[in-house]
């Protein structure tokens, strides 16, 4: 599955899923967010984001592999 190209249906998931999958707290998340190391959220509201579950997942496979080409 291409985290650039996400599904036609593809879930949204909220933070607590997003660490759980991820194993991080919820400030490395924003850190990595920040650093283009993480799936950048989804605004829903004025109030709540939710992350792609399929780029989250992407991310669990492959950690350090996600955001690299933004090394270069």
Known sequence: MNPHHPPA????I????AT???SLSR???HRLV?????????QITAN???????EVL????EP?????EADF
């Not at 909220?14 to 899923?17: K, L, N, Q, R, V």
């Not at 350090?64 to 690299?68: D, E, K, N, Q, S």
């Open 9 to 12: 249906y593809d879930p949204l």
């Open 14 to 17: 909220g933070m607590t899923a």
């Open 20 to 22: 759980q999958i991820s």
């Open 27 to 29: 400030s490395s998340i």
């Open 34 to 42: 920040k650093a283009g190391r993480f799936p950048a959220p989804v």
């Open 48 to 54: 709540r984001i939710a992350f792609r579950e399929s």
């Open 58 to 61: 992407a991310w669990a496979a």
């Open 64 to 68: 350090m592999a996600y955001g690299a």
